[in-house]
Nanobody, 115 residues
Framework: QVQLVESGGGLVQPGGSLRLSCTAS????????MGWYRQAPGKERELVAR???????NYADSVQGRFTGSRDNAKNMVYLQMNSLKPEDTAVYYC?????????WGKGTLVTVSS
């Protein structure tokens, strides 16, 4: 099993930046795929960034060039650096891990982009 805990959400003005962190309860060396999803009010959960160990990170078109996903295997941490934030980025952001064929999710952290 993998437990995931997100942090770093909050209120930010349009054009601002936030960095989300995700702490895993176990070593992530053996977890090839980790990522970030988000769910805005009234919308379905969507992929934001998929971080594959040893390979490039895939991004949703809507965040390409503004968001950067990364992982630190030694610290069991995954990050999402979000720059040039827009009101439409407002959502609950979830950390995700795919391990031994199962999906694991954190409880999410709320990001609100508003002036």
């Amino acid at each position: 099993q993998v437990q995931l805990v997100e942090s770093g959400g909050g209120l930010v003005q349009p054009g601002g930046s936030l960095r989300l962190s995700c702490t895993a309860s176990r070593s992530i060396f053996g977890i090839n795929v980790m990522g970030w999803y988000r769910q805005a009010p009234g919308k379905e959960r969507e992929l934001v960034a998929r971080i594959i160990s040893g390979r490039s990170t895939n991004y949703a078109d809507s965040v390409q060039g503004r968001f950067t996903g990364s992982r630190d295997n030694a610290k069991n941490m995954v990050y999402l650096q979000m720059n040039s934030l827009k009101p439409e980025d407002t959502a609950v952001y979830y950390c995700n891990a795919v391990y031994l064929g199962m999906q694991y999710w954190g409880k999410g952290t709320l990001v609100t982009v508003s002036s």
